[in-house]
């Protein structure tokens, strides 16, 4: 079992930049990391996600070459900078721990809390 706890949203402005940070309270080499986000009335929605070795990545088109998605095993906390941030950005971002990096919520056994990110126009 692991615990994770997301930090570093905010309120910032369309072409902003934003370092999300998930915290967790164990050995996150034993999982697949991802990123999900849900906004208002939504579904949750896939971001990103690397697998346990951390070589592979995968992200949503609707992300792809504004966010990158890392890791510091020594300090069990994955990151996701995000970039030339939009309005449609804006949402409820979790990070979560599973056995595979898939783009699936269900496939991941452990979630954190959310942190809030909103970009105005």
């Known amino acids: 079992q692991v615990q994770l706890v997301e930090s570093g949203g905010g309120l910032v402005q369309a072409g902003d930049s934003l370092r999300l940070t998930c915290t967790a309270d164990?050995?996150?080499?034993?999982?697949?990391m991802a990123w999900f986000r849900q906004a208002p009335g939504k579904e949750r929605e896939f971001v990103a996600s690397?697998?346990?070795?951390?070589?592979?990545?995968k992200y949503a088109d609707s992300v792809k070459g504004r966010f990158t998605i890392s890791r510091d095993n020594a300090k069990n906390t994955v990151y996701l900078q995000m970039t030339s941030l939009k309005p449609e950005d804006t949402a409820v971002y979790s990070c979560?721990?599973?056995?595979?990096?898939?783009?699936?919520?269900?496939?991941?056994?452990?979630w954190g809390q959310g942190t809030q990110v909103t970009v105005s126009s």
């Open positions: 164990g050995g996150i080499s034993r999982y697949a």
């Open positions: 690397f697998t346990r070795s951390g070589w592979s990545t």
């Open positions: 979560a721990a599973g056995n595979l990096p898939t783009r699936i919520p269900d496939d991941y056994n452990y």
